[in-house]
């Protein structure tokens, strides 16, 4: 199955009441193993997480630290862009140049990556100085 299906199939497990704005996500680690997620919303709406979020956790789970492709699907007439904090979760677990694609459900694909994504990202060189 395509990394593209896995996020495809999560989608259908958003818990998106709220909204109604279902989205899943898969992430590849190092290891060539697919991890999913999906948003999933709560009453107290800033509590909620999205689906980007769900499969780095997932990855983050099994033992992997390093993604090396993401695809992202949502029901809407363009590829949704994830969120700014969403990109700064990609890039950390992502290089700069590590696919992304972003779908919708009717076979729009926008191709991009982590660095296109968020460029001028805050990573940990911008800290050197600082005393742990
Ligand atoms: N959402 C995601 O899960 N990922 C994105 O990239 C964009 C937005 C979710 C959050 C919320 O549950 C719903 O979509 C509407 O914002």
Redesign the pocket.
Known sequence: MSLLDAAREVRER?Y?P??R???G?AVRGASGAVYRG????NVAYPE???????AIAAMVAAGETELIEVA?I?DAPEP????GG?RQKLAEFGRGATPVLLATTSGRTLATTVAELLPGRFEVAHMAGVEP
């Open positions: 958003a998106a709220y909204s704005f279902k989205v996500a999906c948003n999933v919303e909620g997480t999205c689906a980007e979020a769900g992202v949502a949704v862009p994830p969120c969403c």
